[in-house]
C-alpha cells in the first residue's frame, strides 16, 4: 500500500429525477453501495430538502461515502472515500451508477496520505481500545434521515425512520406519509408538511369548532379539501350536525390517511357523512343556493390543485351556497409565512361579507412555516363569530375530549396582533 486512503470524486450525468429526489432511495443506495464494496456502515445521515436535493453520508469504519443531488439537473455529486486494502470503491461506483440510472459520468481516483510523505509515530491506544470495546453498539448501524420541507428563506428539519410508509404521483400532486420520531406519521404534498400525529389537532379543533359553537345550531355542512380526515372526524362531534359532505379533489390523499393515520380518518365511514372524490371548485360552482350551514375551505398552500381555492369568484360561489345564517371558514395561510395571500385573502372576504362580519382567527401549530397560522372567517349574518356558550364549550370540551380548543382559546384567538391588524387595516 503506498497511501493511506483512495479517494474517488464522481459526476454522475444523466440519473433518474425521481430517485435523486428521494432521501429515502438515496441513502438506502448509498447504505447498500457501501456494504457491497466490503465496508462497515457505522451509521448515516442524510437530508431532504423541499423542493429537491437530497444531501448525506454514510460513515464507514473505512472512511465516508458522500453525496449530493441536483434533481432539476439530473446531476449527483459523489464522494468514495475508503481506507486501507480490504474496501475496493469502484464496486460502490459501479453499484451507484446503476442504481441512480445515470447515463453518463466522469470520475477522478486520487490516492490520499502518500506513505512516502509521511512519517509514523508512536502512539498509544491501549485505553482508546478498552473503552472503545466496552462501548460496542449491538444495532447494526445508526440511521440518521431527515426530510427538510424549505422555502428560499426559512426551513423545518424532522428526522424520520427512512422509510417511506406511502408515496403515490398522481395527476395532482406527490403524496407521501413518513414516520417521524418527534411527531409521528407525517402526510407531506409535494414534499412538504400537511400535517403530522402529534399536532394535527390544533388545526383540525380550531378550523371546526369556533364556527360550530358560535353558530349553534349547525347541520348541513361542506367541506373542501380535507382529505386526510381531521376536519370531518372533529365537525362530526356535533350532535347537531345532520350531513357533511366532504369533496376531495385528490383520492390519493384519502388513501394515504386510511392506510397510515387511522387517528385523523377514522370518521370516513361515519353514516352522516358523503365522501366524494372530484373537483371541489366546480362543486361548489354547481351547489344550489342557500342550502349549507357551514362551509369549511380546508386546502394546502395556493399551488397546484389548492391554487383555485384562494380566488374572490370561488368564494363568491361559497358566498352563494351558504343560507342566510351560514359560515365560511377558510385556511388563510400564515401572516409571519404567506403575507400576500394572508391579506388578499381577508380582503376578498371583507368584500363578500362585509368588515364588520369577517374576522381573522390566529392559532399555533409547530410544524408549520412560522409556527402562527389563521383562518379566516364570514359570516352571512351578523352573528358575532368570536363569542360561544361558554358554559355549553367547556362542557362539550370535556365530552370531545378536545386538546386545543376550549372557551378561552375562542375569545383570544379573534384578538389580533397589531402588526396583523395593520396587515388588514383593522
Not at 506513505?115 to 473503552?131: F, G
Not at 390544533?202 to 349547525?218: L, R, T, W
Request: net charge negative; proline share 3%.
Amino acid at each position: 500500500m503506498s497511501s493511506l486512503g483512495r479517494h474517488i470524486l464522481v459526476e454522475f450525468l444523466g440519473c433518474n429525477p425521481d430517485i435523486m429526489n428521494d432521501v429515502s432511495k438515496i441513502e438506502a443506495a448509498m447504505v447498500n453501495a457501501a456494504e457491497s464494496s466490503g465496508a462497515t456502515v457505522i451509521n448515516s445521515s442524510f437530508h431532504h430538502f423541499s423542493p429537491y436535493g437530497v444531501s448525506g453520508v454514510v460513515v464507514i469504519q473505512e472512511s465516508h461515502l458522500a453525496i449530493h443531488t441536483w434533481p432539476e439537473y439530473q446531476y449527483a455529486a459523489v464522494d468514495l472515500f475508503t481506507c486501507g486494502d480490504t474496501v475496493d470503491p469502484w464496486i460502490s461506483f459501479d453499484f451507484l451508477k446503476d442504481v441512480y440510472g445515470a447515463s453518463n459520468y466522469s470520475a477522478l481516483e486520487m490516492n490520499r496520505g502518500s506513505l512516502n510523505l509521511l512519517k509514523r509515530i508512536e502512539y498509544d491506544i491501549t485505553t482508546l481500545r478498552e473503552q472503545a470495546a466496552s462501548n460496542l453498539r449491538t444495532e447494526k448501524f445508526t440511521r440518521n434521515v431527515w426530510f427538510t420541507d424549505k422555502d428560499d428563506n426559512q426551513a423545518l428539519s424532522l428526522r424520520y425512520t427512512g422509510e417511506i410508509l406511502f408515496d403515490k404521483q398522481t395527476k395532482y400532486q406527490r403524496v407521501k406519509v413518513i414516520d417521524t420520531y418527534k411527531y409521528g406519521k407525517t402526510l407531506t404534498i409535494d414534499n412538504m408538511v400537511m400535517c403530522t400525529e402529534k399536532d394535527e389537532f390544533h388545526y383540525h379543533e380550531m378550523i371546526s369548532h369556533p364556527a360550530i359553537f358560535a353558530h349553534g345550531n349547525v347541520k348541513n355542512v361542506l367541506v373542501i379539501g380535507g382529505g386526510d380526515g381531521g376536519t370531518v372526524r372533529e365537525v362530526l362531534k356535533h350532535g347537531s350536525v345532520e350531513k357533511v359532505t366532504m369533496v376531495e379533489i385528490d383520492g390519493a390523499v384519502v388513501e394515504a390517511s386510511i392506510k397510515c393515520l387511522p387517528t385523523l380518518s377514522y370518521a370516513f365511514d361515519h353514516p352522516k357523512l358523503n365522501l366524494l372524490i372530484e373537483d371541489g371548485l366546480a362543486y361548489v360552482k354547481n351547489s344550489a343556493k342557500g342550502i349549507y350551514d357551514l362551509i369549511i375551505v380546508d386546502g394546502s398552500d395556493p399551488i397546484g390543485p389548492a391554487e383555485g381555492l384562494f380566488t374572490e369568484k370561488f368564494y363568491k360561489d361559497c358566498y352563494d351556497a351558504l343560507n342566510e345564517d351560514g359560515i365560511l371558514v377558510a385556511q388563510g395561510e400564515s401572516p409571519l409565512f404567506n403575507e400576500e395571500v394572508f391579506a388578499e385573502l381577508n380582503a376578498a372576504f371583507k368584500k363578500l361579507f362585509g368588515e364588520r362580519n369577517t374576522r381573522t382567527l390566529l392559532f399555533n401549530v409547530a410544524t408549520y412555516p412560522t409556527g402562527l397560522w389563521c383562518f379566516q372567517t364570514a359570516c352571512k349574518s351578523d352573528l358575532d363569530i368570536t363569542k360561544a356558550d361558554e358554559d355549553f364549550v367547556d362542557k362539550k370540551v370535556i365530552d370531545y375530549k378536545l386538546k386545543y380548543y376550549n372557551a378561552d382559546i375562542h375569545r383570544a384567538s379573534f384578538v389580533l396582533p397589531n402588526y396583523v391588524k395593520s396587515m388588514i387595516n383593522e
